[in-house]
């Protein structure tokens, strides 16, 4: 279990990384008008792990941990966007459909919620 804690919070470094280094570039050649940076670091983010996933995922060639690194690891911390449309896609091709859209509008409705409960919350203190 060390192991695995070690390995995601390796990759997850990296991932953190990555995306600072991608908003930055964008910020320096985009400009700060529009959140280009998170634009392109999910969109890219959900590319590589759609990619990869249908790439590597019965792949033997391909150990568990260095799977974990790679997706919960690096994807993880360069986007959670990732994560959530992998997952709403894998129940959607699981024939989940319900399961999916809810998913898909419990993280959108409820983000937002949530985010806006935080900040009427911390207004009150």
Known sequence: MIIKIAVVAAGGALGSTLRYLLQMISIHKLGI????????????????????????????????????????????????????????????RDAELLKALLNIALHIFGCFTALFGGIWLSRLT
């Open 33 to 92: 008008a529009f959140p280009y940076g998170t634009l392109i670091v999910n969109l890219l983010g959900c590319f590589l792990a759609g990619f990869l996933a249908a790439s590597i995922k019965d792949s033997i060639l391909f150990h568990p941990t260095f799977k974990l690194f790679l997706f919960v690891g690096i994807l993880g911390g360069f986007t959670t966007y990732s994560s959530f449309a992998i997952e709403s896609w894998t129940l959607a």
